[in-house]
């Protein structure tokens, strides 16, 4: 996050968009907040001690705010401590594209780009299953986020996480060739297209909660049930349905992980490598990426709680080449 001298010496002030907000109670009794402040470039930790709600609203997730405070050093981390705290109002003048992380490519660009291949699928019910889904859903999937917290949490975040998963699956499927290409692709394109309907997406745009059908069933479930009901109103063969809807609540590869099932065949078993393998280059690069040369990341639990070094060799960013040259 960006901040700006005041006119009080030793302060800085900002906007920041809410990530998370934890009231919680400290040793003496009083209670403090433990939030999460963000913009496009990145968070900043914050706490407001003797906290009062009755004074002070409690700072809703995903609303833009504007701070004042003191930025000190904690465990070798920067964190803001918030003096004041306030909702913006239009005489802020804030443009909320400052502070809504998004993805690197156009999200009509990339829908086109996976409109495009699948179009050349010579399997006809797999590519009439996949388009009609991508049509049913257009709308939403151009900006929609990935999650809610981690890998691909951005506006447009669910397409992008797709493509490089689908480009992902092209080079592989070029050196392995026992791999039924166009059903991976399918798996690959119609994965987390529940996440529509899994996750509730707040006025900035990015995902504020779950819904309940999201929270007793999940995208897995509800996504296997959906591309079964296509394929039942366009009549596609039943054993087609099946692998594709094994190949949706398989691909979080283990039960401790959230899958159903584990995965039973290849092309089962390669998406849900694939679907981790994206998630976690996404994760290490963007944490890599917030340290200096020399220095270690903080631990990320997603990782093991492992902390990765930057070497420095490399500029690391979190972007993947998913787009064709000709776009």
């Known amino acids: 996050m960006n901040f700006t001298q005041c006119e009080k010496p030793g302060f800085v002030e900002g906007f920041g968009l809410v990530k998370s907000c934890d009231k919680k109670s400290a040793k003496n009794g009083t209670f403090y907040l433990d939030i999460v402040l963000a913009d496009k470039d990145g968070e900043t930790f914050a706490k407001m001690w003797d906290y009062r709600e009755d004074v002070i609203p409690l700072p809703a997730v995903n609303t833009i705010v504007k701070v004042r405070g003191t930025l000190q050093q904690y465990n070798g981390n920067e964190q803001f401590i918030i003096q004041r705290i306030r909702e913006t109002n239009m005489n802020d003048n804030v443009n909320i594209s400052d502070f809504i992380k998004s993805a690197d490519c ?14 050349n699928f010579q399997d006809e019910e797999l590519k009439n299953v996949v388009l009609s889904m991508l049509a049913d859903n257009k709308d939403e999937l151009l900006t929609f986020p990935a999650a809610e917290k981690l890998h691909h949490a951005m506006r447009g975040g669910l397409l992008y996480h797709t493509l490089s998963i689908v480009r992902l699956a092209e080079s592989v499927c070029s050196i392995y060739p026992c791999i039924d290409r166009e059903l991976l692709l399918s798996g690959a394109i119609l994965h987390d297209i529940a996440k529509l309907r899994e996750y509730s997406v707040g006025s900035t745009g990015m995902v504020d909660g779950h819904t309940v059908e999201g929270m007793l069933l999940g995208h897995l479930v509800m996504g296997a049930e959906d591309v079964g009901r296509k394929c039942d109103e366009l009549g596609i063969d039943s054993e087609k349905k099946i692998l594709l809807q094994h190949m949706l609540i398989s691909h979080h590869g283990k039960l401790e992980f959230g899958a159903a099932v584990r995965p039973s065949f290849i092309e089962a078993e390669v998406l849900s490598q694939l679907d981790l393998f994206d998630a976690n ?27 990765f070094y930057n070497h420095g060799r490399l500029n690391v960013e979190p972007s993947a080449n998913i787009i064709d040259k000709e776009n």
Not at 108 to 114: A, F, H, R
Not at 283 to 306: H, I, P, S, Y
């Open 106 to 119: 156009d999200g009509e660009i990339m829908l086109d780009t996976i409109v495009r291949l699948v179009a």
């Open 281 to 307: 280059v996404y994760e290490m690069a963007d944490a890599v990426k917030d340290v200096a040369k020399g220095e270690f990341t903080n631990r990320l639990w997603m990782l093991d709680n492992r902390r």
